[in-house]
């Protein structure tokens, strides 16, 4: 069995019982570690948390080693990571002695945390979380100092793990001879049988962080555009602060058929998908979307736009509807009669059973990491028939 070392500063935000706002990173990291535990593997976790908070942890992690990571205190602010972030995290890590180190997000500390695995013979897996990374997108959100040390980090990772063809295309363009491997993000969801089920699915659902990224200009266009359509908001505001998102938040909220629920924890958030007639995604852009995977595995199919349907996953599976504007949504929404939704439904449950089931998926990453051949998918339909509740 390996032993696995996960590093990710937000998946805390998951560990606590009172959670807090995390990104989709997070959320497949999640599914990763009960994957791998499930499977017999050692699994230990560096992730932003003190020595006190371990005390607010949920139970479900009991079987997994948090090492909380470097102090943000201590060192010299610009020089933080040569005078205490990087000798910390190489002592933890030579402690802990992995087989693997995983990180979740690719970001400018990437290049030291594979110069740390590199002088201590450990295995560095970089996972690409967001197709913008590897374009000039990334300048929306980072410097070109961030990203010229991002592209570094990239390069000293021994396995590159990508989520789509557009980053596999990208990555090869960079780093021909880089190893790269494709595999699709694994969903876990605790305790199944205490999620809640209404009677109805009775409006549309849309969940995530608000920022430019999320586009709630398009969200804006859809709500008005399907004034007889109830559209529930989940989601809280991002630290990524711009003019657009404020400007259509407001005008959201002004929307008669639109209701903000606020922040939703991990098992509110499957409950709000379980009630979701369809989860609405308006994203310019994401690598895999996880909230794919949590509306399909409660049995609520996908509207997305043509920027946000990774290898033709929405349209090429029947799994929902791909759009081109809220007038084409408008059109196709329409002509759903109720035996094809049902149909949309049986599919979506079927898709994620069948393909993203956190013990396989997990399986098949460890066997690419040891350069084997991945497991045929099998179907996994039981376990999703335990969370869709009737």
């Known amino acids: 069995m390996a032993k696995v070392l ?3 500063h ?4 998951i560990l606590f019982t009172d959670e807090l706002p995390s990104g989709g990173a997070a959320v497949q990291t999640y599914g990763w570690i009960h994957g791998l535990l499930a499977n017999g593997h050692q699994v230990s976790l560096i992730t932003d948390l003190d020595e006190e908070e371990k005390m607010d942890i949920k139970s479900e992690f009991s079987d997994l080693e948090i090492i909380p990571s470097f102090d943000y205190s201590k060192g010299v602010k610009w020089l933080r990571w040569v005078t205490h972030r990087y000798p910390d995290t190489y002592r933890k890590i030579k402690k802990i002695n992995p087989d693997y180190v995983y990180e979740s997000i690719p970001n400018w500390g990437s290049y030291f945390l594979g110069k740390i695995c590199r002088s201590l013979g450990t295995k560095y897996v970089l996972r690409i979380s967001n197709d913008s990374f590897l374009d000039d997108r990334i300048l929306k ?5 961030d990203r010229y040390f991002l592209m570094k980090g990239i390069e000293m990772a021994d396995i590159i793990l990508v989520q789509n063809d557009y980053q596999l295309a990208a990555i090869k363009k960079y780093f021909p001879k880089k190893n790269i491997k494709k595999i699709s993000n694994p969903i876990y969801v605790h305790e199944p049988e205490k999620i809640i089920k209404g009677a109805e699915k009775d409006y549309i659902a849309w969940a995530g962080l608000f920022q430019y990224q999320k586009n709630l200009k398009l969200l804006y266009q ?9 559209f529930k908001i989940a989601g809280t505001l991002s630290s990524k602060e711009d003019e657009e998102t404020y400007e ?6 002004k929307l008669p058929n639109v209701e903000f629920v606020g922040f939703l924890e991990r098992r509110q958030v499957l409950a709000f998908f379980a009630n979701a007639k369809y989860l609405l995604n308006t994203s310019r852009y994401e690598g895999f979307s996880n909230t794919f995977l949590e509306a399909m595995m409660m049995g609520t199919p996908i509207l997305t736009s043509e920027h946000v349907n990774p290898d033709f996953l929405i349209s090429g599976n029947n799994l929902g509807i791909v759009y081109r504007s809220s007038e084409d949504l408008s059109t196709k929404l329409v002509k759903v009669d109720k035996p094809a939704y049902e149909q949309m439904v049986s599919r979506v449950l079927d898709y994620v059973a069948k393909n993203h089931n956190y013990k396989l998926v997990a399986a098949n990453l460890m066997r690419l990491l040891e350069g084997k051949e991945t ?8 376990q999703v028939d335990e969370v869709v509740l009737s």
């Not at 259509?248 to 909220?253: A, C, I, N, Q, V």
């Open 6 to 8: 996960f590093h990710d």
């Open 10 to 13: 937000k998946l805390a935000n």
């Open 141 to 145: 959100n980072y410097t070109k100092f």
């Open 222 to 230: 859809i709500a008005s555009a399907l004034p007889k359509e109830k």
């Open 248 to 253: 259509y938040l407001g005008k959201l909220e």
């Open 375 to 382: 497991l045929e998918a099998e179907s996994s339909r039981a």
